[in-house]
């Protein structure tokens, strides 16, 4: 139901937006959270926004980099990554719980709904 898209290949210190998108699913009235992943790694929480956008958090590795958005006319949920860094290199997914109004939050048990992943490869 939800899919990930905009991943690719950037050099490191660069930037890149990723999308969350939702056809059949109203997306709007429900928290959306980032995640990503690496091999051998557990899947990690990126960032997460409420269905009104005004609650947001982020993983510290990530403050002051990373600014989630949403636009719910579209639908739709942005990730925007700036200074990116080799460590960034991940399938990123975008997930949402079952339930409508649920505060966010980065934990990956707080979602059912998951999306195929976009892969981001930082490197130079």
């Known amino acids: 139901q939800l899919q990930a898209s905009g991943g690719g290949l950037v050099q490191p210190g660069g930037s890149l937006t990723l999308s969350c998108s939702a056809p059949?699913?109203?997306?709007?009235?429900?928290?959306v959270g980032w995640f990503r992943q690496t091999p051998g790694k557990e899947r990690e929480g990126v960032a997460s926004i409420s269905s009104s956008g005004m609650g947001i958090y982020y993983a510290d590795s990530v403050k002051g980099r990373f600014t989630v958005s949403r636009d719910n006319t579209r639908n739709m949920v942005f990730l925007q990554m700036r200074s990116l860094e080799p460590e960034d290199t991940a399938v990123y997914y975008c997930?949402?719980?079952?339930?409508?109004?649920?505060?966010?939050?980065?934990?990956?048990?707080?979602?059912?709904?998951w999306g195929q992943g976009t892969l981001v490869t930082v490197s130079s």
């Open positions: 997930a949402a719980p079952a339930v409508m109004g649920v505060v966010p939050g980065l934990w990956t048990n707080q979602y059912d709904y």
């Open positions: 059949g699913f109203e997306l709007e009235y429900y928290s």
